[in-house]
């Protein structure tokens, strides 16, 4: 491990939540020389393809990895940690009963396999989900719940101690964040859809999403990261996840709204070191102690 090196450790679900949640900062921090490392706990088997995007590609699964891949070196990742787990949509849809989905999966094993991939890459900042996985689904609550234990587990040397007999020790990160977004603009998209006649409890391509229930969600913003000077390698990052480049999700709404009328910036609730009142950091690595 090189001293003084900063790393990050991003813990998403789905080939593209790197990109649509937080590319900017990851593109800011790659720049800043900063190593990030992703983990993507599915395939995203579930998300939507159109024929000609599945050219060349015997699977969805096989197509967005490829998307993953493109986008990891658009971004400039140092690596990316596939879990190959399935796609489990969201709920009440048929893929929630697959065996190989993450929500079916053995939650400590989940939890095991980042606690290894901690215990390798040393980050001093951990990224995720917040609690309610942005909008709601299950792969992305289920991410955040394993990264949260293995923050901590991370540290425990009798937690997951095969690793610690096949050489890693056990490691503490500093911060961890999770993505979140302005409800602000939220509610305003809630109140211009009713406006326009739509329901927004019902939204999304399979009416499965409640923006007004998303509105009263508790994720308050600890962090503001500015991002701008990356909005190119945003696109980029965007234009290689060009199957689902067409869904609008309410956390992708808000931000598009965000970056409007307030400026280019990723937002983050700070879940440890808890917060204790002062004003917003616009740094991530604020206060980290470098190194190992
Ligand atoms: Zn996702």
């Known amino acids: 491990m090189v001293e003084q090196e900063k790393r990050m450790l991003v813990v998403m679900a789905h080939p593209d939540d790197e990109t649509f949640g937080m590319a900017g900062t990851i593109a800011r921090y790659v720049d800043e020389g900063v190593k990030v490392h992703l983990i993507c706990t599915?395939?995203?088997?579930?998300?939507?393809?159109?024929?000609?995007?599945?050219q060349g590609y015997s699977s969805v699964a096989e197509m967005r990895l490829a998307e993953l891949a493109c986008a990891a070196?658009?971004?400039?990742?140092?690596?990316?940690?596939?879990f190959g787990y399935r796609d489990s949509g969201m709920p009440g849809m048929p893929d929630n009963e697959h065996p190989d989905c993450l929500?079916?999966?053995?939650?400590?094993?989940?939890?095991?396999?980042?606690?290894?991939?901690?215990?390798?890459v040393h980050p001093q900042v951990v990224v995720t989900f917040?609690?309610?996985?942005?909008?709601?689904?299950?792969?992305?609550?289920?991410?955040?719940?394993?990264?949260v234990k293995a923050f901590?587990?991370?540290?425990?040397?009798?937690?997951?101690?095969?690793?610690?007999v096949a050489g890693l020790r056990a490691y503490r990160p500093q911060k961890l964040y999770f993505t979140t977004f302005d409800k602000t603009w939220l509610r305003f998209a809630v109140w211009l859809f009713s406006l326009m006649g739509h329901d927004p409890e019902r939204m999304g391509r399979n009416k499965d999403i409640n923006m007004r229930e998303i509105t009263g969600w508790e994720t308050p913003i600890h962090a503001r990261v500015k991002t701008g000077p990356y909005r190119q390698i945003v696109q980029q990052a965007r234009e290689c996840h060009a199957s689902q480049l067409g869904g609008l999700s309410p956390t992708r709404l808000s931000r598009m709204l965000s970056h409007l009328f307030s400026g280019v910036q990723e937002c983050y609730m700070r879940a440890c070191p808890s917060?204790?009142?002062g004003g917003p950091e616009h740094d991530l690595f604020d206060g980290v102690v470098p190194g190992d």
């Open 275 to 277: 917060v204790n009142g």
């Open 73 to 82: 070196e658009t971004l400039g990742l140092a690596e990316v940690y596939t």
């Open 103 to 120: 929500v079916a999966a053995d939650p400590d094993v989940v939890v095991g396999k980042i606690v290894k991939v901690i215990r390798e």
């Open 152 to 164: 901590d587990a991370a540290a425990n040397p009798n937690a997951y101690p095969e690793q610690i």
């Open 42 to 54: 599915t395939n995203g088997d579930v998300g939507a393809a159109a024929p000609e995007m599945m």
């Open 130 to 147: 917040d609690p309610y996985g942005g909008y709601g689904h299950p792969d992305h609550i289920a991410t955040h719940q394993a990264a």
